[in-house]
Each structure stands twice: as structure tokens, then as C-alpha cells.
């Protein structure tokens, strides 16, 4: 694993959260607030953490916040200096920017002016887990952005037979890049392999063709 040199801006709940893992997964971790506080609270579980205000350019200029691979704008309810941290961080060269939207207005603001990724953590937590709740046999989803996701499903008795005869591609539009059958993971499998009921299968596909599969098995 290469390791990255990651900026989180914003030490709250949230961005404390992603600054102490990312640490932990072994990348070089910066982490800031304006809030004195927040910054001890951290200081020990990154690699460096220190007091500044990301609102003020020439405070992210003298920080490298072009230097990172990422920067994660985590600031939360203060939407006035979350957008000001966020195109700052752009407009100094920072190469992929994370932002963390308090609601659906700011996420498009904050797209238009040049986030990488934004994210609304509570609404796509939320989201998530009604997706658990209403189809639970689903273990995780992974959202490639767009209309596309991969998803990992369980096999019932209406996808037995090899992949050949079943045909999921042709039929449903989904791609089958991994099966796992007790505790063993078939990646890219063949033609010939034969599914069984309870086999995990690793999909991709658009959301649409998905959900029509997700329809045939009963969910």
C-alpha cells in the first residue's frame, strides 16, 4: 500500500474519525482546526496536527495544501468557512479535495466550485442503512459515482447453475467480477463455474440493472 500524505482540515466528531484511521492505515496525517481544543485532542494519534484557520489562504498556502495527495474538508456546521477551506485548498493546487456537506444546497456549491468528492456523512449513512434494512441479505455497496455500484449479494435457490446458463449479463446487465463460497473468493470467474444457493457474488453494474436483479431473487 502506497502510503499517502493526507490534510483534514476540521477536527470534530467527524474529521477526528478519519484523521486518527487514516494514521492507523499507516499515511502521513496533518491534521488542523482553528479550534485549540480539537487540535490537543488529536495531537498524539496523527502525525502532526496544528492550529489554522483554512479559511485564510495564506494559512493553507504556508501548510503545502497543495503539497497532498488528499485533503479533507471536514469542517461541519460553519458552511461560510467549509466553502472557503474547499476552494482555497483548489485554488492552491490541491490535487483531490474531499468535502463534508451539511446538506443538499452546500453540495452542489460546493461542486460547483470545484470539490473532488463531496459527501453528506449522516444522509448517506442513512441511506445506507435503509438499503440494509430493506434488502438484508446485501452485505455492503460500494458507490463507484454516476449510476454505477458494486454490490455484494447472496444466491438463492433462482441463481443456481453456471454463469454460462444463467446469463446475468445478458439478462440483468450486471457482471459478476467475484464469487465466495466458504470463506474461499473465485475472482474474475469462468463460464463453466457453477453458483450455488448461499454463494456470495461480487456485481457490478448501473443502479437500475441492480435493483432489476434484486427483483428477480425475491428481495
Same mark, same amino acid.
Given at each position: 500500500m502506497k502510503t499517502k500524505q493526507c490534510l483534514v482540515i476540521g477536527l470534530g466528531r467527524f474529521g477526528t474519525?478519519?484523521?486518527t484511521t487514516l494514521y492507523e492505515m499507516g499515511h502521513e496525517v496533518v491534521a488542523v482546526d482553528h479550534n485549540e481544543e480539537n487540535v490537543e485532542r488529536?495531537?498524539?494519534?496523527?502525525?502532526?496536527?496544528a492550529i489554522v484557520d483554512a479559511s485564510d489562504e *495564506?494559512?493553507? *498556502?504556508?501548510i503545502g495544501v497543495g503539497d497532498f495527495d488528499v485533503v479533507v474538508v471536514a469542517i461541519g456546521t460553519d458552511v461560510q468557512a467549509n466553502i472557503l477551506a474547499t476552494?482555497?485548498?483548489?485554488?492552491?493546487?490541491a490535487s483531490y479535495v474531499v468535502t463534508k456537506a451539511?446538506?443538499?444546497m452546500a453540495r452542489r456549491v460546493l461542486e460547483r466550485i470545484g470539490a473532488d468528492l463531496v459527501i453528506r456523512p449522516e444522509h448517506d449513512m442513512g441511506v445506507r442503512l435503509? *438499503?440494509?434494512i430493506a434488502t438484508p441479505n446485501i452485505v455492503d455497496t460500494l458507490d463507484l459515482g454516476g449510476d454505477h455500484a458494486i454490490v455484494e449479494i447472496e444466491a438463492n435457490e433462482r441463481l443456481k447453475g453456471s454463469l454460462r446458463d444463467l446469463n446475468l449479463t445478458g439478462r440483468f446487465g450486471v457482471q459478476i467480477i467475484a464469487i465466495s463460497r466458504a470463506g474461499k473468493i473465485e475472482v474474475?470467474? *469462468?463460464a463453466e463455474d457453477e453458483l450455488r444457493p448461499h454463494d456470495k457474488l461480487v456485481l457490478i453494474g448501473t443502479s437500475h440493472n441492480i435493483d432489476e436483479l434484486r427483483r428477480y431473487l425475491g428481495e
Open positions: 474519525a478519519v484523521a488529536v495531537m498524539n494519534l496523527v502525525t502532526h496536527a *495564506r494559512a493553507l *498556502r504556508s476552494m482555497n485548498a483548489k485554488s492552491l493546487g451539511v446538506d443538499e435503509a *438499503r440494509q474474475t470467474p *469462468r
